[in-house]
């Protein structure tokens, strides 16, 4: 009975231990299609810790305090399932995003209503690490905010690491109230070589009813080998993959769709309804064989009725031909179909017309079609897609390594405005479009290419190449007729166009080239002909305005047509390089670069003989400075008296001046302080002096205005359904040293760049908010009316009306039109985290020692202190800074503001080459690398160039030789040098003076 009772009680506990307590020992699960084994860690504290502190501890690591979201950019990108992951919109919600967010969702713990901060860091070896903390669900207490981390790293395995979770009851409830999820999730689309399109949900979520989360969890989702990668039949079939840890299933091929699969994984689906397991290929013997014969057998067997089928349309379109042939010969003698090569203006390209080259444009085109690494982008409701190539192409000025494919038919930059290479190119125009790199070539393939109004039938296909040797190449499948094709360009202002936008700036600070020239080539469909199998190439050709010495630009050639060349001259004022017939020919007639133009290496002079030049200078301008005062002591005798004198006067009619002054400004302080702040305009300076925000309380007149600019203009946009917009400006926004015109505005009530880090306008946020927008953009402004904006929790009566106002000087305007009690909306800000910001972050990396810091600007208003009413305008104006001056000579003379009366000299870093005014964001750099031991304020200590300072020293060396011979022989003549020492010690010691 005892044996007996012991075992029924150890056999129920048992029984009940298993079904409350969650595992507790180390697991490892498969997910569904055997592509990643996920190893639950129920506790492991040290690693844990030591995880966590690899952001915690990094210097370089970037901290969102307020959570708001960030996209960033994975360098290598991160292999994920079927598809690599370029960059990842990081939230406070604790997720990383695709920027489609439909593609993929990586998250440790992911809740939508749930508000925190987060800290990320990229590693050298490729690694990404993020660090949420104070995550915070809704409604949850204060003491339980969590901590967690996720890391993503360069061999595709996932890691999520947990370092402060609330007890297990509590968190189990909050995963029921808030739909708590811990996921690892991807979308994506194939479409197989038959034309069947699939679309694939992959990942695997942990159930939190099954597994323990808590201090030191870790779970690690680590990829396998799968069949899917390979694309090719013998590498598809010699490999064998891990069905579970101890058997393995092997690979096969399908000739039909041209996939490798174990028939377990995700295309087991097309495996099977395609019938793929009929002619299957499990040998590489057979790979080039077995879906061949079955081909050619049915061929065979149809052989004869293709040739019926053929012959008799041949015959019919032979009959047609003749009719038809006089007609066609005179028209294409109407139109210029010769190859012809044409240079533009600056000889920079030369551009080659091939009328038609059915093989080459055939050829290229099938360079993309036929390889299975090409991608697709059949969203022809998105605007563009951002590529990193592996090469960097060579294209003027720069070089491009971040380009964006638009379904408009072009290939830029995120602003149009600094270079568009297009060979079709529509703003409103849609079309399929797939891309290729290979290494040493980037081509894009446009297919489906419909213009505004345009007929189905008149989809155009065309292609776009960028090679490594600088070379674009435009090929044209399918064209409509001419006539079509010239009645849809005076609609639809189609451009063909080559262009890039140079800004260049010169040495000095008041010759600055603005918009200095538009290079490229644009055709005119007027004097050529675009058809099926047209083919145009641009070739990049040398130019002198790439040479920075006058050594290597006097030395080099370029051509002038196609038998002659040009020589590269040199102008010293300016620093630049010209063959005098390039975009620098109005630069080198306005500076009067004809008169000094350097074409002879030996004119050249050399940096030792140019340092020579400097320090003689120096010694000769002090030992005129000793001269001229041993002159003036002896000169004037008697007037130290005097001096002293004024001297004394002077100093207690400032001290009486300095007195007043402070009495005044204490007093004027004072009364200040005594007033309320949000009853008064005021004018608010940034932290490093680069915005001056001033605050109006009550301007109705004003505000409404500038609501009424939106509101009764025709052209203004509404987007009532969408949470965000992406709009193009046709202005560019400056901030910083940067232009945006690729903006997203949110319902929210924010205005975001394309990038979440770079910038964020926001005249009042609220995550939760909910509002109506409607945009308006003038081409000097653009502006945003929000309404109905109701926070959460809030009534309806108190849906608020408010504007943001950017212009194309820089200036953003707040105009708040309807806005609740001042209690209230105190209430509100408190439990809605209500944010009034602008925004912008800057990462600059120092030249000598390459330390890389990342700048916060901007301003954020608390509503505490100022009030926000009804008619409210707040507007931030940009100020001059130092740092925007890149060489000597326009720092040291230039000034900027430090307050409504004060300016500030700014000053050169020779050592970091960086211009500040040492109360900017380059302070810490500026005490860093001890700029203040050799900093230069005098224009006199700026290195010129080489040329001018050499050729002015050595030229009047012996004149001032000579005349302070002459000085220093007649000043020591009449003057003892015993009475110059006593004058000089009388002086130095200021005594008494003489009755």
């Not at 052989?303 to 010969?329: E, G």
């Not at 809030?794 to 608020?800: C, T, V």
């Amino acid at each position: 009975m005892l044996l007996t009772g012991t075992f029924l009680l150890s056999l129920t506990s048992t029984l009940d231990t298993d079904q409350k307590t969650k595992p507790v020992a180390e697991q490892e699960i498969w997910d569904d299609y055997n592509s990643f084994r996920i190893k639950y860690i129920p506790v492991d504290a040290d690693y844990v810790q030591k995880s966590w502190d690899i952001v915690e501890h990094n210097k370089k690591s970037f901290t969102k305090p307020y959570g708001e979201s960030s996209f960033v950019v994975f360098s290598p990108k991160i292999p994920f399932y079927a598809t690599t992951i370029m960059g990842a919109s990081l939230t406070r919600s604790g997720a990383m995003l695709s920027y489609q967010l439909e593609d993929f969702k990586i998250a440790p713990l992911f809740a939508i209503n749930a508000s925190s901060s987060y800290t990320f860091l990229k590693t050298a070896d490729g690694s990404f690490h993020i660090n949420w903390e104070n995550f915070l669900l809704k409604g949850a207490k204060d003491e339980d905010k969590m901590k967690f981390q996720a890391s993503l790293f360069k061999n595709g395995t996932i890691e999520f690491v947990y370092m402060k979770m609330p007890e297990e009851s509590v968190l189990k409830a909050y995963a029921a109230t808030y739909n708590i999820s811990i996921v690892v999730l991807c979308h994506f689309k194939e479409i197989f070589r038959n034309g069947f399109e699939e679309a694939y949900r992959l990942g695997h979520s942990i159930d939190m009813n099954k597994f323990k989360i808590q201090n030191g969890t870790v779970i690690r989702f680590d990829p396998l080998p799968s069949c899917p990668k390979y694309e090719d039949c013998k590498s598809c079939v010699n490999v064998t993959v891990l069905k579970d840890l101890k058997i393995t299933h092997p690979c096969f091929w399908c000739p039909k769709l041209r996939i490798c699969s174990s028939k377990k994984d995700y295309f087991q689906n097309a495996w099977t309804r395609s019938g793929c397991g009929a002619h299957e290929v499990s040998d590489p013997l057979n790979c080039l064989s077995s879906y061949a014969d079955v081909k050619a057998k049915w061929f065979n067997k149809l052989k004869p009725f293709f040739i019926i089928a053929i012959m008799a349309p041949a015959c019919f379109s032979i009959f047609l031909w003749q009719r038809t042939f006089f007609v066609s010969l005179t028209s294409t003698f109407d139109t210029n179909l010769a190859e012809q090569d044409i240079w533009d203006e600056y000889n920079s390209l030369r551009i080659k017309y091939i009328p038609v080259d059915e093989d080459l444009a055939q050829k290229s085109w099938n360079v993309v079609e036929q390889n299975k690494n090409s991608k697709t982008e059949t969203n022809r409701d998105r605007l563009s897609r951002m590529v990193y190539t592996s090469f960097k192409f060579p294209f003027y000025e720069e070089l491009l390594s971040v380009i964006f494919v638009l379904r408009s038919g072009g290939i830029s930059t995120l602003f149009l405005d600094e270079w568009l290479i297009a060979p079709l190119h529509d703003i409103n125009a849609r079309s399929i479009y797939k891309y290729l790199d290979t290494g040493d070539s980037f081509h894009v393939n446009w297919e489906n290419f419909i213009l505004k109004d345009a007929r189905d039938e008149d989809g155009m296909r065309f292609q776009a190449s960028l090679f490594k040797n600088g070379t674009i190449q435009f090929v044209y499948m399918k064209i409509p007729q001419q006539s079509a094709l010239t009645a849809y360009t005076a609609t639809n202002n189609i451009s063909i166009v080559v262009r890039y936008s140079l800004k260049n700036k010169f040495h000095t600070e008041t010759e600055i080239e603005k918009n200095c020239c538009q290079l490229g080539y644009s055709i005119d469909l007027n004097n050529f002909k675009i058809q099926n199998g047209t083919v145009i190439r641009f070739e990049p050709l040398p130019s002198c305005t790439k040479y920075k010495d006058c050594q290597s630009c006097v030395n080099a050639t370029v051509p002038k047509d196609l038998r002659s060349s040009r020589q590269c001259v040199w102008c010293p004022k300016k620093g630049i390089c010209s063959s005098k017939n390039d975009y620098l020919e109005k630069a080198w007639k306005r500076s009067g670069c004809e008169a000094q133009e350097v074409s002879d290496t030996l004119t050249c002079i050399s940096p030792y003989r140019a340092m020579k030049a400097k320090w003689l200078k120096n010694v000769m301008t002090y030992f005129i400075i000793v001269i001229i005062a041993v002159l003036f002591i002896s000169s004037l005798k008697h007037s130290i008296n005097i001096i002293y004198k004024m001297r004394k006067a002077l100093f207690y009619h400032g001290l009486m001046f300095l007195s007043g002054s402070f009495v005044v400004s204490l007093t004027s302080t004072l009364d200040t302080d005594n007033e309320t702040q949000s009853d008064l305009e005021q004018d608010i300076w940034d932290e490093y002096n680069s915005l001056r925000i001033t605050y109006i309380p009550v301007d109705e007149e004003f505000a409404q205005k500038s609501w009424d600019v939106v509101e009764n203009s025709r052209s203004s946009t509404t987007d009532p359904n969408s949470e965000s917009h992406l709009v193009f400006l046709t202005l560019s926004f400056p901030y910083s040293e940067n232009q945006n015109n690729e903006i997203s505005v949110t319902r929210s009530g924010e205005i975001l760049s394309f990038y979440y880090e770079d910038w964020l306008i926001s005249p009042l946020y609220a995550f939760n908010a909910s509002s109506i927008y409607k945009f308006l953009d003038t081409g000097d402004s653009f502006h945003v009316n929000w309404e109905n904006f109701l926070l959460n929790d809030a009534r309806d009566e108190d849906g608020m009306r408010f504007q943001a106002s950017l212009f194309k000087n820089g200036t953003i305007q707040f105009v708040y039109m309807k806005i609740p009690q001042q209690s209230e909306f105190i209430d509100y800000a408190a439990t809605n985290n209500i944010s009034i910001v602008f925004r912008y972050n800057v990462e600059t990396i120092l030249r000598s020692d390459g330390f890389e810091e990342a700048y916060q600007f901007g301003h954020s208003i608390d509503i505490n202190k100022f009030k926000i009413q009804n008619g409210t305008v707040i507007r931030f104006d940009p100020l001059p800074s130092c740092p925007k001056y890149k060489d000597c000579q326009s720092c040291v003379n230039a000034t900027v503001p430090t307050d409504l009366n004060n300016t500030r000299s700014c000053v050169w870093c020779p050592k970091l080459r960086i211009c500040s005014s040492k109360n900017d964001h380059h302070r810490n750099a500026w005490i860093r690398n001890g700029c203040e031991a050799q900093e230069v304020s005098d224009p006199l200590n700026c290195l010129y160039p080489a040329e001018i300072k050499s050729k002015w020293v050595f030229e009047w060396t012996d004149v001032y030789i000579i005349v302070i011979a002459v000085i220093c022989f007649f000043s020591l003549k009449h003057c003892r040098p015993s009475e110059i020492r006593s004058r000089m010690r009388s002086i130095m010691l200021f005594p008494k003076a003489p009755n």
